[in-house]
Structures are given as C-alpha cells and as structure tokens.
C-alpha cells in the first residue's frame, strides 16, 4: 500500500513492528537522521528509522534523509549491491546470556519462533558466513531475564527513569514550537487534564476506554518524576550508557573478534533491542535542561527471518553494530536478505476485524 514509512524508535517501535509484520526496520544510530518536528518521547534515545518491503528500498530512502550530526561527522554510503556472497568470512556473533538463550528459560512461549530465527541461521552459515557464541558481560545486570522491562534494575539503573524524566520536559521544549495551539496545551499536566475533561474520547481515567484500559498511567508518572532529584536520573544515564556500549555491545565486538551481533527482534522478549536502544544519544543536562555532552548511539536493523506456521506471525532477525556503522550492517544485511528469503507476501487474514489496539493489559470486564 506504500513504498515505505518513516518512524520514530525510542526502544523497539521501528524494529518491533518491523518483526511481527514481515518487513525491514531500519533504525539508524542516533543523531544520524534530523528528529526536527518529531514529537519526543525521550532524546537520549530518539531516532528517526525506516520501515519497508526490502532493504534495498531502506537504504535509498536513508541516503535521502540523512543528514550531518552535530559533531560534523559524514555518515557512511549505505548503497551497496546485493550478494549473499558478502557473508563469506564474515563472523557474525550470537549473544547467548539472556539473549539467546531466552527459549531454553522460556520453551513454550519462544520454541516455535526460534526455530524459524535458527532455519535463518543456517542459511546465513550456508552462505559462508562464521557464527560465534559470544556475551555481553553486563547482560545479567541490564538485560532483563523475562524479556523487555524499562524499569529493570534500582531507579538508577533503570532506562524509565531517564525516559519519564526526559519526556516531561522535551515535550514542553516541543509544544513551545507549535505555530498553532488551540486548547493552549504548554506542558504534560495540559494533557492530562484535557485527556480526564475528554476522556470517553482520550481515555485518560482507567476504564473508560477500550483501548486504554489503564487511563494515562505513564504520564502520571512522568509528572511525578520531577520531584525525584537529578543525581537520579544522571546515574541512571551514566550506568545505562556504560553497561549497553562499553561492557555490553563494544564489549562483545571486541572481546570475540566480530563483525556484527545477530539477535532475535522479539522472540527473545525484545531483550537485544532494548539493549542496543539504551546505548543511544546521551544527554547530559544542566540545571537549566540545556545540553552540555553528547554521545551517539547504536543502530540495528531487523530482518524477516520466515513466519511462525502455527501464528502466522512473522518473526524478524536483527543485526546489531556500534555507532556509525550503517554501512557495514547494510552491507551485510542486503546478503543476509538475500541468503533468508524470509519474507512472505501479507494474506491480509482477518482484515474486517474492528479490534482495537491495547495499551497496558485490560481490566477484567474489558472486551
């Protein structure tokens, strides 16, 4: 129905979607693409990704809009030809702790998509290409043994204390910019009180609304975060940056020789996204919010690896790499593309159904 679509991945919202529809989500390191415009939900993570039918189609659309970052650094070309022959001699990592070996902790909920993500491995081996268990040595204390939680760890520790932190007051920086305002909405506490006066149509108050059975709990909390003190959420930043780049993503390229990290999107819980999402930008904020230090961080991009038989739900294959490093993740991903084969053509089953989209898990009662 569309060529491609652009998106904004904080922790997954690119590279998730990418994996249960059967398409390729591009998510490029942070500050790679301009985030102009784009409501924040937190900059330290925020980037502007790609999602579309083919790799091919990613990568044009990324040298459109790329741009320069603030440290004047070129990206590199990502226009390459694809050849499953580029896999040969290349070493790929498998991180095993809490990544991949998710289905062992988990066989009944996992078994069947990582059977698909190991048919994908073999055809990448077959294509010539060198797979090695490797660890990140700080999985067990950033990586979350049940898959994705943001608030894994002590509040500083925890990526959602610099997300509800962040969120609150780069929203307020983005509303000031509106040209047009009509109710007047200048920080998260306007939105809140205009989502409970309207809530049969925003669902701000729990339970009336189906598809926010929770109200607007996230956003409470935001609010409530502003009373906590900033050593909080600097700690909090620090230790994420730390355990996901130098002792978790470097770490792993380094110590184990590779040329890349293969990960399942979702099928580990969304564990390795959410790793390689907790390694971007990095803002630190002086008591006036402005930034004074800035770091970049991690892409990835997801692969359709094949489709569960039992679902029909697609399940993706990501590739994950330091920063600036959309060229060789490209490169790689064009031949792995080409060695999967992985996606197949949407059946569109069950399109007249008028579901809607939960957020949080309903209340009992809820339809």
């Not at 289905?103 to 073999?122: C, M, N, Q």
């Not at 039992?310 to 080409?338: C, M, N």
């Amino acid at each position: 129905m569309c060529a491609f679509s652009l998106g904004t991945e904080t922790d997954g919202s690119v590279t998730f979607p990418a994996s249960q529809n059967g398409i390729i989500g591009l998510k490029p390191t942070v500050g790679l693409t301009s985030r102009f415009g784009v409501i924040p939900e937190a900059p330290s993570f925020d980037t502007v990704g790609i999602l579309s039918r083919s790799l091919q189609d990613a990568a044009i659309v990324l040298s459109v809009i790329v741009g320069v970052d603030r440290h004047k650094r070129q990206p590199n070309s990502t226009r390459h030809t694809s050849s499953r022959h580029n896999l040969r001699g290349v070493r790929m990592g498998l991180p095993k702790k809490r990544i991949w070996d998710f289905a062992t902790r988990h066989p009944t909920e996992s078994d069947e998509g990582f059977s698909v993500l190991y048919r994908a491995i073999d055809l990448i081996k077959d294509a010539g290409a060198e797979l090695v268990d490797v660890d990140l040595p700080s999985a067990e204390e950033i990586i979350p043994p049940e898959g994705w939680d943001w608030n894994f760890g002590e509040p500083n520790e925890r990526e959602f204390t610099v997300v509800e932190k962040e969120f609150n007051n780069s929203l307020k920086e983005y509303l000031a910019t509106l040209e047009t305002n009509p109710n007047n909405i200048q920080k998260l506490e306007d939105i809140v009180k205009f989502n409970n006066e309207n809530t049969t149509s925003e669902g701000g108050v729990a339970g009336t609304h189906p598809a926010w059975p929770r109200g607007q709990d996230v956003f409470d909390k935001c609010i409530q975060s502003q009373s906590r003190p900033d050593s909080e959420y600097n700690e909090a930043l620090s230790f994420i940056r730390r355990k996901s780049r130098t002792e978790g993503i470097d770490a792993a390229l380094l110590e184990y020789n590779v040329d890349a990290l293969l990960v399942p999107v979702l099928a580990d819980g969304g564990s390795a996204v959410s790793t390689a999402a907790k390694a971007g930008e990095i803002l630190f904020k002086d008591e006036r919010w402005q930034v004074v230090d800035l770091r970049t961080g991690y892409p990835m991009i997801s692969i359709p690896a094949g489709v569960s038989e039992s679902t029909g739900v697609p399940v993706g294959l990501g590739i994950a790499h330091t920063a600036w490093r959309e060229k060789d993740l490209v490169q790689y991903g064009f031949a792995i593309e080409e060695a999967i084969r992985g996606r197949r053509k949407p059946e569109f089953r069950n399109w007249e159904a008028q579901n809607y989209p939960y957020v949080g898990a309903p209340s009992s009662g809820d339809p």
